[in-house]
Nanobody
Framework: QVQLVESGGGLVQPGGSLSLSCAASGSIVRINPMGWYRQAPGKRRELVAGISSGGSTNYADSVKGRFTISRDNAKNTMYLQMNSLKPEHTAVCFC??????????????????WGQGTQVTVSS
């Protein structure tokens, strides 16, 4: 069994910063690409930033220069540093990871996992 747990959301004023974390736990063999997504009220879930197992990153145009994604493979944890936040960044943020996990001795399966989501609210 594998779980992703996000933390670090909350209320911040416009122009402020927040840092999110996503910790993976369970019978993990390896974690492949990971990403942060957001879903604003009434809108579809969209990719904010992604990071490969080797550390290559990609960002949505709207967050380039403001957000930084990183990961610590030893801790099975991914981070998102969000700076210069705007009210339009208000959303539920989800982490996603493609994970190889043990099913039996010497055997593993691949699956995509989602965290439960953490609310980010940017408001004065």
């Amino acid at each position: 069994q594998v779980q992703l747990v996000e933390s670090g959301g909350g209320l911040v004023q416009p122009g402020g910063s927040l840092s999110l974390s996503c910790a993976a736990s369970g019978s993990i063999v390896r974690i492949n690409p990971m990403g942060w997504y957001r879903q604003a009220p009434g809108k579809r879930r969209e990719l904010v930033a992604g990071i490969s197992s080797g550390g290559s990153t990609n960002y949505a145009d709207s967050v380039k220069g403001r957000f930084t994604i990183s990961r610590d493979n030893a801790k099975n944890t991914m981070y998102l540093q969000m700076n210069s936040l705007k009210p339009e960044h208000t959303a539920v943020c989800f982490c996603n990871a493609d994970i190889d996990y043990y099913v039996a001795s010497g055997c593993y399966h691949k699956s995509s996992y989602w965290g439960q989501g953490t609310q980010v609210t940017v408001s004065s």
